[in-house]
């Protein structure tokens, strides 16, 4: 069995796979995965469920949606549920159970590590890899409480650092062509985010697209200024410069 959330909310067993359609229940499960083989109090849980505003019967209402999800997870020919009822709460045991984020975690870090030791391309294609197992936002629309915002907020931080990795790896190998069209997407997905703005600048400028380039330089300041009053960092004015002055140092072989 494999349970995905770097995207809509699937578990997948064999050549199927399978979703909930019912939102609490759904947000039980993506809370007992997130917090995977630990202990969620009935009070953590009520609080993803329905906020601030509990019904009367909310912990009878919790019970109905755990049996719910126990439902879903069972299996023909296995007799060990993974929810288990532990004091003060429930917890989802993955015994031998994949989920994806971890993976994906795993993935990430070893492809910074090859990145440190300057094995660009071992660490683009473990970044690459560590990115294919999205299939869409973490969890879908899935929205709720503390702990799902929380998670949320974490892994895309994690998958824009990833991101930013593996472009910065194309460009030290010399794909600044292939990745053009892919930064793009990123600065208009992500449009205060000035890494992106710096890896695409470089990218047109070592595709021989150098007005491009400082176009790019004037469509970030005019975005960071009208959103947020602030000049581009340090990185994108002194990137600038340089283009402007066709510094060497930005040329592929002086870079590496």
């Known amino acids: 069995m494999r349970y995905e959330v770097l995207g809509p909310l699937r578990v997948v ?7 909930i359609s019912a939102r609490k229940i759904e947000t039980v499960l993506a809370v007992l995965l ?12 009520i609080d993803e469920i329905w906020d601030d505003a509990p ?8 019970h109905v949606y755990i049996s719910q999800v126990r439902k879903f997870l069972s299996r023909p ?12 709460g429930y917890l989802l045991r993955r015994g031998d159970a994949e989920i994806d984020f971890p993976l994906f975690l795993d993935a990430a870090e070893r492809g910074r590590a090859l990145m440190r030791d300057r094995r660009f391309e071992e660490a683009v294609a473990c970044l690459e890899a560590a990115l294919g ?15 799902i915002e929380g998670f949320v907020t974490w892994l895309t931080e994690a998958r824009l650092e990833s991101l930013e990795l593996l472009i910065e790896g194309c460009l030290r190998l010399g794909r600044h062509r292939e990745v053009i069209g892919r930064l793009h997407s990123l600065v208009a997905e992500n449009p205060l985010r000035e ?20 176009r790019v330089y004037q469509a970030a300041r005019t975005m960071l200024r009208e959103e947020l009053g602030l000049e581009p960092c340090r990185a994108l004015r002194d990137l600038q410069q ?9 040329d592929l072989r002086a870079a590496s």
């Open 13 to 19: 067993d064999g050549d199927e796979s399978s979703t």
């Open 34 to 45: 997130i917090r995977c083989d630990q202990v969620v109090a009935l009070d953590r849980l």
């Open 55 to 62: 019904p009367r019967r909310a912990v009878a209402g919790l």
């Open 77 to 88: 020919g296995r007799e060990d549920n993974p929810i288990v009822t532990q004091a003060p």
């Open 133 to 147: 197992l999205w299939r869409g936002p973490v969890l879908g629309d899935l929205r709720s409480g503390p702990i």
């Open 195 to 214: 890494t992106y703005y710096r890896q695409l600048m470089l990218a047109l400028y070592r595709s021989e697209r150098r007005a491009d380039a400082l």
């Open 242 to 250: 340089a283009i402007l002055t066709a510094d060497q140092r930005l």
